[in-house]
């Protein structure tokens, strides 16, 4: 039931709980019906997102490509950063924020939404508790919900294109994991876009960390019951526009066109089923760096380029022309390089945020009393988080994603390997042998005599007298020799100088 406040005309909030079932989200906005997800035939040709048609499908108009030397060198500074997180995030913020506006690279990204939007940390510190809620049957009511809404995410994407695929399962079972972790929440049709971007980079389990971590800190209560803080946001984002452009404000203002109407979509889904696909992810990367501010200027540039001039507004004379033209956005003001452009101009910060925050709170509770549920105060980007949630140094380690199991070595070849090691080490280098020269010189000194065995004791047959030297014999039956006196120097040179040199002898020589 509509009703008139401020002069404009506002939505009741028990229906706004179920806004994915209006005509803007399911019929327009998700494409989903059985028809078309059906019809794909083999020849459809998949870009490089995974989209095989729709509107969000590549296009060069669309997007920018970056130039794969320029694409390795980032990939190489974002390694560098996630092995190095804590320190980054703390001393050099804005050199990490500088890089996510430029863009994470493509096979980089899942990681580093993990780790801005610290859902690393969160995993690691209740290790084991998606298993624990994905072994769980779930809340039938919220199971029934969950399973109609699995075919209208991104019907035209590979991941999700088939009916109970594996796309499809692992958003049902983050989905009703988070019912689980979530009980008093329970299930917002706007979370299923959520897990599913998050679930075409990461894995079920990250996704859902992701999730957790952007329902609790980047978006508190915009899925809870009543819807409060979207229409909160919706107050907060027409009063900024009074700032950035007058002239839509007062058109805004004039047909009396609540915020609810069409901001809705673009903050619960932060304009993942709005926008080109390379423009989602370039705001993905801003938004997970530096919070909600980066959704509320998204729909500042939006409002501001459709309806920030007088030649568009003659266009739009009404309520319903002025609806239909924001959402039916102009694909000029939406292309990757034209947004990011404007966002980045935008004079909002996260204190102007704040600040309007508090101002519309106090009107709220003016006009319509308490907000009914309590959310948990919105963090304004990774640096904020994880100065609230000081990670431990092993909830920063990056876990392999493939692990190869080596086998072990056989004990028979351990023990071969240990005994050639010990018998290196046992082998002592051996002097080489001195081989005589075999043309010694006339000057050079002769050399030694051999050594003679020693002389044989006396027996007692074979008595010498004193006096007479004793010659060295081998048994009594041998007849004795006169000693020879050694040869000369000269005469040993020619003697040697006849005899054949050996190859070891030459070898040396030589």
């Not at 969950?146 to 294109?161: N, T």
């Not at 508190?220 to 009063?239: K, V």
């Not at 939406?334 to 704040?354: F, H, S």
């Not at 010659?471 to 040179?493: G, V």
Request: some cysteine; hydrophobic content about 35%.
């Amino acid at each position: 039931m509509a009703k008139t406040e401020n002069g404009r005309q506002s939505v009741d909030t028990r229906s706004i709980r179920t806004i994915s079932s209006s005509s803007h989200i399911d019929d327009e906005s998700s494409l989903g019906s059985d028809s078309e997800i059906n019809g794909f035939t083999s020849d459809k040709q998949t870009d490089k997102y995974g989209f095989i048609g729709g509107a969000q499908q590549h296009s060069v108009e669309s997007a920018q490509d970056v130039p794969m030397e320029v694409l390795r060198q980032r990939e190489v500074k974002w390694l560098d950063m996630l092995s190095h997180w804590d320190k980054w995030m703390n001393k050099r913020f804005n050199k990490v924020r500088l890089r996510c506006q430029k863009g994470i690279p493509p096979a980089l990204r899942g990681r580093a939404w993990l780790y801005l939007s610290g859902g690393k940390v969160k995993k690691e510190q209740n290790h084991g508790k998606f298993q624990e809620l994905d072994s769980q049957p779930g809340e039938p009511k919220w199971i029934d919900v969950i399973e109609k809404d699995l075919h209208r995410q991104f019907p035209f994407h590979e991941m999700f294109v088939s009916r109970g695929g594996h796309g499809q399962q692992d958003l049902f079972r983050v989905l009703k994991a988070y019912t689980l972790y979530k009980p008093e929440e329970g299930y917002c049709q706007a979370q299923a876009p959520i897990a599913a971007v998050l679930l075409m980079h990461m894995p079920a389990e990250d996704a859902f960390w992701g999730l957790v971590q952007i329902c609790e800190k980047y978006l508190p209560g915009y899925y809870s019951p009543g819807l409060e803080a979207i229409q909160l946001d919706g107050e907060i984002l027409f009063a900024l526009l009074r700032r950035i452009s007058p002239l839509a404000f007062r058109h805004l203002e004039k047909y009396k066109i609540d915020p609810i109407l069409y901001m809705t979509e673009w903050f619960m889904c932060a304009f993942s089923r709005t926008l080109p696909w390379a423009s989602v992810l370039r705001v993905w990367d801003m938004f997970l760096c530096d919070g909600v501010k980066i959704i509320f200027r998204v729909g500042l540039v939006l409002l501001k380029c459709m309806l920030g001039t007088r030649e568009k507004l003659k266009a739009c004379q009404g309520m319903y022309e002025t609806m239909e033209l924001l959402r039916a956005l102009d694909q000029r003001y939406m292309q990757e390089t034209v947004l990011v452009r404007e966002i980045l101009e935008v004079p909002v910060t996260a204190r102007d945020v704040e600040r309007e925050h508090h101002s519309q709170l106090k009107r709220w509770k003016k006009n319509r009393g308490e907000i009914n549920f309590k959310s948990p105060p919105r963090m304004h980007g990774a640096r904020i988080i994880m100065l609230a949630e000081p990670p431990r140094r092993q909830d920063l380690q990056q876990n392999p994603t493939i692990i190869l199991e080596v086998p072990e070595p056989q004990p028979e070849l351990r023990k071969g390997k240990e005994e050639r090691k010990s018998k290196k080490k046992s082998k002592k280098p051996q002097l080489p042998e001195e081989i005589p020269n075999p043309y010694p010189l006339p000057t050079d000194p002769s050399p030694p005599p051999p050594p003679l065995d020693p002389p044989a004791p006396p027996s007692a047959n074979n008595v010498m007298p004193e006096g007479v030297p004793q010659t060295e014999t081998d048994s009594p039956h041998q007849q004795k020799e006169p000693p020879t006196e050694p040869p000369t120097a000269t005469e040993a040179a020619l003697q040697q100088s006849t005899q054949s040199l050996s190859s070891t002898e030459l070898d040396t020589y030589l």
